[in-house]
């Protein structure tokens, strides 16, 4: 069927900010979407609240829409654009959500908006779990036996009847939030509670556990005249019980026999008939292994993580299709990379694709290392290799947590087996470590497949693996015989594993292997429904089969797995390095191993080596390649730890110098330089031990920042108050040592924090924005909400910024971009740090002011000068606010307190005419709209009671009801603001705070934390603002923004406004 | 266990061994699924030929009694990069190690197959030896340059079955596998979709069948009863069957003079005739047409054919080293399918007599289910009569 003519304009939703369980997946989903659509000649509407993503450059669609992701958001767009078409199934559990609300409220038939790709009934069909069941009914496919309930008594009934253990589902949410295993009624109380209050609809599933069972995954894609394929087969490695986004998997199946893999494709594409979804589906089922039965678990009619793993995996760029047959195309009018046309596709290759999660447990301080049935991993890598083994080790180097292999991880190797054994109990984020270890030490494969109910076959490759390790570990400080070391390198061991195992200079290593000619090769990964796509991978399994040309190329580093303090926006910053280069002639390269991303999309660079981003792997690409230089100022901090290595092995990198990079980095060399420049920063210093670090506090004065060195996203970063904390930081930071001191700083207290990005070309430079944070100094910039341009900073503040930041630009002879922190204490500025790489506002500037940044930089990097391309400083007409998101909903166990540790996974941005507008905004998109009238609760601790008068005065004045807790309340009443008495749980009394958010008399929470951190006895009361979905903020700073922003939301709510008018109106 | 793989181009593959301590000539093929090796394994079609698996990674699951395609492993020799040590699958019986020792078939494994896939790709297959045993290099590459090759060669009386047999009396082996549901009681590997009653007598000339077509047939509500390659007309006329099916079958279709002499016979009667595979190229000789050896055998689970008279492409498991063809066809004769990758014979029918054939193997086991319409045509075929 050829394209549809009935619709010409296409609405497209976004997933809006990442968090756990919807990451970038969806930019890379929704990029192919505008791609696809467009090339059919279709217009876009773009609607997404997250600046970070390429989907909503200006570039990508024809009006897009920054703006919250809520139903009358959406009206208004709709009402202003008329688009005829909404394609909901490419934004993820948030975009198709919405289209289902949008369809409830009659929006789209209001405005004639046809709904392409997953019709409404579709939607319901897949995601109401009522209806999925009675669908599933009707086609006599089994699903685990459950029953739904709206209450926790019917719930335990319903378990009752199921008997123990039983599994907990929310319904309409994301990622399993709020659900999991209840072994007993107790458990199940409390989950099913929190299972209710998380669910949109308020309904769980209460299930009959099917834990220990295969999981068993189908990415199925059908179009408009019911053809069907199955781009590919995944098999979680980690059996039922563990979220299938905490799962590793592999892509073939490799343990299932082909004829329940046929009964497996019969049962989905029966499925996805009976839903009648036009596009990609997933379809998870799981299969019993001792009974043989099997259920469907559940499908997603959308692209979805899986999807983009399994596009990924196998070259079908599932999102880019099924926008293809939404827009009326069907699979015989698509070609395939061999003969003939998609609809006669079937999976092939002779690899293996291993994907594996990253989690961030080590950034929740309290936080249960449990995987279970709600995700907890913050991103994933994906890794390919000829063999199983290959491919499994290529993955576990690619997560970048400073392991290069299996072994020796933590203190694994010092526990008895029965220690590891009991280790294993409950799986974990460290099971396949603690497993590897208990192999070593004699574990049975077979008694570790009834622990974990892995298969034996991925536990006797790992055992095989140990076997190996165990023969390479005979010749430590000696060299390894050539025939082992030529089989180390076959079964994937790395480099520097290698190293390490043996105790030798990774070099050396190195060194060895290519005398013997043992060296990577590469393989081609053909692309489906294009030609002449370069997609490849490395094995030392084969023969290089890729060819390489003579044009000029560059080399660009991606930023590898998510995780927090490294997110979307860096492969934002990749991507467009990537259209920089091409466009100035170059051909481009990436290196990348996060399956999640647009800069893995097969036609963002003209070459693409999906491939872990060590100095082994990207120093045999760069040798075959040739390229002029390596960009590594792009990826975040994953570049830049083996930029010096690349470096000192010949590697040319573009921009910015390596030793620049590590000036930056390294606090002395730095200070030093601040020092000559006249430029003040707090005073700091620098110990490898507690006394060390007792003797430079003082002299500083409490309280103190201390953190370790060299580290991203503020980790174990920390506000010491005295020196007894100080003592309990140094002996819990356990590598201390003179080549990884901890570093204290003066900490700027009451100071207004502010940032400034710069682009320079080696000799000059130009700042095209100052941001100033929300939060004052002390909470993470990572983690703060902040404003462009700057709102009560002082002129000649900015003035003052932007003029050191020239300096050490210029001092630093950078060349690309650099990102600078200030601090502005009783009327000075501080240069805190100075970062000279792309840092995550990069993709923020570029959209509140119109300056693309990256690809800026780029151009600059590759030898332009910045008078040539003239960039002037212009008046900015409106304002933009980023707010952050936190998973604190999905570690419920967690004190939600902003710090200086950074824990946000994504963010949104408010645009409007003014910052109280773009403050309100931005609170809406980020999850937690602020309440235009009703009661706010005020609890702060003494020293921020100055502070907060004024807001609470305000609050009153705008006909808020105040309640209080008593210190608070005796401020207020004694400065004559209306307020009631609230109690905290120490008083004893009911109702208490809780009770009063429970039973929704509250309707935001303004609650900052203590100081210290060991007396978190307030967190309950942010804690049940989260469960119970009330707006809070934790410094009075967002607590003088927020009423800001309700009193200007008040007179007047803020029109939409497109992306691309905004930035008609800069200048003007 | 030291294994060789010699090829008549003078290559040698040197890896471990496994299976049984054997030596073996035959042609050197390759296969490019991922999975579905113990139905290669049982295929009597790979009579006298070495098979490699360009998939890297065979074995995981092992083998099953449920799984086979005839009543033994057929190949010559089994070649792959990695083969499990260990079985994972709830319905395994034996590992694939264990089951070519028992039927005394060498394997040889730690080779990059994808290499030795390439050059059988640009040369067409070639004829090799294969060996556990403790043999030299140039006595390998001997015993591959000495074999004589397929050319000829009647290898479908060595795997027809002996005595003529009714398929299945008891319906104990025909039905679908099906996944256990509920709380179904019984072992879950026994369970098995319902079969239609057996109302419509058949025979089939036994070339090599594999059990799969009988299982499809019998699903079809067919009786049949499989006669031995070298039965007469006469002799399958005497079971009055309603219809005739000819099976696949392995080696030079040229070298069965009695099959097509049989064929010849049948044709005359009026009673419909479907063959598959050898069975379309005895079928194509009966009529008057000749076969030649392909360059490049179609082997494999994503061949596609293209039906002419529908338009329709179809993705089909295919394993054959000869075709027809098309031009030796008499004009009586209708060529309805092609390949699409080298435009040779894939399927025709006779414009006059109830007579059809394909090339590729409709029952597909393993690969796409997308050919089994054609058992139900034959049905029809018959019925309409």
Known sequence: MPKRNDIHKVLIIGSGPIVIGQACEFDYSGCQACKALRSMGYKIVLVNSNPATIMTDPAMADATYIEPLTVPVLTEIIEKERPDALLPNLGGQTGLNLSAQLVKAGVLAKYGVRVIGVDPEAIEKGEDRIIFKETMKKLGIEMPRSAPAFSVEEAEKVAAELGYPVVVRPAYTLGGTGGGHVYNVEELRVVASRGLAASMVNQILIEESVLGWEELELEVVRDAKNQLITVCFIENVDAMGVHTGDSYCVAPMLTIDPKLQAKLQEYSYRIVEAIGVIGGTNVQLAHDPKTGRVVVIEINPRTSRSSALASKATGFPIALVSAKLAGGLTLDEIPYWRDGTLEKYTPSGDYVVVKFARWAFEKFKGAEDKLGTQMRAVGEVMSIGKTYKEAFQKAIRSLENGRYGLGFAKDFNKKSLSELMLMLNEPTSERQWIMYEALRKGAAVEDLHRKTFIKVWFIQQMKELVELEERILNYKGRDLPDDLLTQAKRDGFADRYLAMLLGLPESLIREQRKKLGVVEAWDILPVSGVENAGYYYSTYNGPDRVTTSNRKKVMVLGMGPNRIGQGIEFDYCCVHAAFALRDAGYETIMVNCNPETVSTDYDTSDKLYFEPLTVEDVLSIYEKEKPEGVVVQFGGQTPLNVANELAAAGVRILGTSPDTIDLAEDRDRFRIMMEKMNIPMPEAGMASSFEEARVIAAKIGYPVMVRPSFVLGGRGMQVVHDEEMLREYVTAAVDVTPERPILIDRFLDNATEAEADALADGTDAFVPAVMEHIELAGIHSGDSACAIPPVTLAEKHIRTIEEYTLRISRELKVCGVMNIQYAICQDKVYVLEANPRASRTVPLVSKVCNIPMARIATRLMLGERLQDIGLRPQHIPHTGVKEVVLPFNMFPEVDPVLGPEMRSTGEVLGMASTFALAYFKSQEAAGGPLPLKGTVFISVIDKEKPGILDTARRFAELGFGIKATQGTYQLLKENGVPCELSHKISDHQRPNVVDEIKSRQIDLVINTPKGKTSAADDAYIRKAAIKYKVPYVTTTSAARAAVAGIAAARAGRSEVKALQSYHQDIGK | ?385
């Open chain 2, 1 to 385: 266990m030291n294994a060789v793989l010699a090829l008549e181009d003078g290559s040698v593959f040197r890896g471990e061994g496994f299976g049984a301590r054997a030596s073996a000539s035959g042609e050197v093929c390759f296969n490019t699924s991922m999975t579905g090796y113990q139905e290669i394994l049982t295929d009597p079609s790979y009579k006298a030929q070495i098979v490699t698996m360009t998939y890297p990674l065979i074995g995981n699951y092992g083998v099953n009694h449920q799984d086979v395609e005839s009543w033994k492993p057929h190949v010559a020799g089994f070649v792959i990069r990695e083969l499990s040590p260990v079985v994972s699958n709830w319905r395994a019986d034996a590992s694939l190690a264990q089951y070519l020792e028992e039927n005394g078939i060498p394997g040889l494994q730690g080779i990059d197959t994808r290499a030795l896939t390439r050059r059988l790709r640009v040369r067409g297959a070639l004829n090799g030896f294969i060996s556990t045993e403790a043999i030299s290099d140039a006595e390998a590459l001997e015993r591959a340059k000495s074999w004589p090759g397929l050319m000829g060669v009647d290898y479908v009386k060595e795997v027809t079955h002996r005595e003529a047999f009714v398929w299945d009396e008891k319906d104990e082996q025909s039905a679908d596998f099906k996944l256990r549901q509920g709380l179904e009681p019984a072992d879950a590997r026994e369970v098995r979709e319902p079969l239609p009653p057996a109302d419509i007598p058949i025979v089939a000339f036994d070339y090599g069948m594999k059990y799969n077509i009988l299982r499809r047939l019998r699903q079809q509500g067919f009786r049949v009863r499989v006669l031995p390659a070298t039965a007469t007309a006469a002799e399958a006329l005497c079971h009055r069957p309603a219809g005739i099916f000819l099976s696949n079958g392995p080696g030079d279709p040229a070298a069965l003079g009695y099959a097509v002499r049989a064929v010849q016979d049948l044709l005359q009667t009026g009673i419909p005739i479907f063959g598959i595979c050898l069975g379309h190229q005895i079928l194509g000789q009966a009529l008057g047409g000749k076969t030649f050896k392909l360059k490049f055998g179609h082997r494999g689970a994503n061949q596609p054919v293209k039906d002419l008279v529908s338009g329709k492409v179809e993705i089909t498991s295919q394993n054959h080293g000869f075709a027809v063809d098309a031009a030796s066809l008499p004009n009586d004769v209708e060529v309805d399918r092609i390949n699409l990758n080298d435009q040779t014979v894939e399927g025709f029918r006779h414009k006059t007599k109830p007579v059809f054939c394909v090339q590729y193997h409709p029952e597909a086991s393993p690969g796409p289910h997308d050919s089994t319409p054609l058992f139900a045509q034959f049905r029809q075929l018959i019925q309409s009569r």
